[in-house]
């Protein structure tokens, strides 16, 4: 047993190690030459442009699934009319990142894993090593940098269709008039909420394409490995979506309420 | 270990890959354990082995894609063994790999994976880059080919075009892993004959991993030059050509025998009989 939770410890401390060296050659990678900036315009494009449709259609259903909910419970209280502030607040500060961050999760971070974890298995790695490309350059720092520059500017615009969401139901479903809806939103939105809920973006996104990166190149043992990895991407990346939401709401609780 | 007797160095200048006693093991599977061969200038070693005898092991350590744990590795005069990744570069400059199943970036086309390392990693002009991608798929008879993607190539072109690949940027070493295994007797025999091409026409200094026998001793006793019309014939090397293509035979981490394709097919070593048969 004592053996047994020795090893789990070196693995964790191994595996810890060197997701942290990954980090570190890519933020090398970043801040010296050469910069494949083909890629990085490519991966834009890819998890930009390519995980619009899933953000919005989420945004959009999450908004008005939450306008619905809240309407019943506000109706306990009388104050239906004010609904628009719930949407918002929870839109802004909490889904839109979270949601968002765990789409990401699984379009990007399991495509990431399956795509490195296939050139590793065939080769294609060491192909590029042994022509003088470092791998770490031409594939991972513009994954990264397009997943922190790209989830944000996601999430704003889930956030957006998100409460255009609650506005449907608001209007339709709960008879809340529209100028009483988007007055109550722009009310109840302070800076330190904006600022959450643009800075959590750039955390969930780093971690959700360096935790894929890390794991497609450490694949191992064929295709059977590749499907291991893009699994181990997916859940891994969930979980540390959830955590990281956590310590960044700590962090931003303490630094602006 | 066998030894057959050393002959002088036709026309070399020194070796161009030297190993010198080479270990590595994995954990507590010992794969090299004690390793030593010279390529010099020019020549092909042809390194027979079984599975899992440290054959590819010993080109992933001259490329620097693996770290020996003692020894020394030399490539064209500097030791590689002790360099970091970015240092690697610049040795792989002169280094062309052939892997096994090609590793061809199938997100490319043939002609994008034939100029990868000259689109990327230099500075020049495309359209010189396109001619030297054109050339060198002209040399291995894959023109019609060019705007294919891999995956629609057979396996028998897919190995062909990993050998373009390698050789779009001119290194004057070209290491082969497995570059006929899973493929029929007809299509290896072309791969071998582009083998024998890049040494004989471009004086590509080799070193060919297989345990493909009949391969192996085809680019041994077989030759390229050119004929009247210019065009490249294959025919049976001359005595002198044979001598210079040596058969390393690995066992247990050692090598085993190490001398030219006669010596090995007159051996009365019982391993080495064994192999053959």
Known sequence: MQRGSDSWLKVAAFETQEYVRLIGAAFRALITPPIYRHDIVEQLDEIGWGSLTVVVLTGLFTGAALASQSGLTLDQFGARPVVGRLVSASMVKELGPVLTALMLTGRIGSGIAAELGSMVVTDQINALRALGTDPVRKLVLPRILAGVLMAPVLTIIADFVGIFGGWIVARFQLQVGTGLYWSSITEALYYADIYQG??????????????????????????????????????????????ADFFVTQLMVFLFY | ???????????????????????????????????????????????????????????????????????????????????????????????????????????????????????????????????????????????????????????????????????????????????????????????????????????????????????????????????????????????????????????????????NAEELRQSNDPYLKLFLS
């Not at chain 2, 994008?112 to 359209?127: C, I």
Request: charge should be negative; hydrophobic fraction near 45%; charged fraction near 25%.
């Open chain 1, 198 to 243: 643009l800075a959590k973006p750039f955390v969930l996104g780093f971690m959700i394409v360096t935790i894929a990166c890390y794991v497609g190149l450490r694949t191992k043992g064929g295709t059977q490995g590749v499907g291991h990895a893009t699994t181990i991407a997916v859940v891994a990346g969930s979980v540390a979506v959830i955590a």
């Open chain 2, 1 to 259: 270990m066998f030894r057959a007797p050393s002959r002088p160095n036709g026309g070399g200048n020194g070796p161009v890959v030297l190993f010198d006693h080479v270990q590595l093991a994995f954990d507590e599977n010992v794969v090299l354990k004690d390793v030593s061969f010279t390529l010099e200038k020019g020549r092909t070693k042809i390194i027979l082995g079984a599975s899992g005898s440290g054959k590819s092991t010993i080109l992933k350590i001259i490329t620097g894609l693996l770290r020996c744990d003692g020894g020394a590795v030399v490539v064209n005069g500097g030791r590689v063994d002790q360099l970091s990744e970015r240092e690697l570069m610049a040795v792989r400059g002169d280094l062309g790999m052939i892997f096994q199943e090609g590793a061809l970036f199938d997100s490319l086309t043939v002609r994008e994976n034939v100029g990868y390392k000259l689109y990327e990693e230099t500075k020049l002009p495309l359209a010189q880059v396109d001619r030297r991608v054109e050339e060198v798929l002209g040399f291995m008879g894959l023109s019609e080919h060019i705007d294919k993607m891999p995956s629609d190539l057979s396996g028998g072109q897919r190995r062909r075009v990993a050998i373009a690949r390698a050789m779009a940027f001119k290194p004057s070493i070209l290491l082969y892993d497995e570059a006929t295994t899973g493929l029929d007797p007809i299509t290896a025999t072309t791969v071998d004959d582009e083998i024998i091409k890049l040494r004989d026409i471009e004086g590509v200094s080799s070193i060919v991993v297989t345990h493909q026998l009949r391969d192996a001793f085809y680019v041994a006793t077989n030759m390229a030059v050119r004929g009247r019309n210019g065009s490249v014939e294959i025919v049976g090397a001359t005595p002198e050509k044979a001598d210079e293509t040596e058969f390393i035979m690995l066992k247990d981490g050692l090598i085993l025998f190490e001398g």
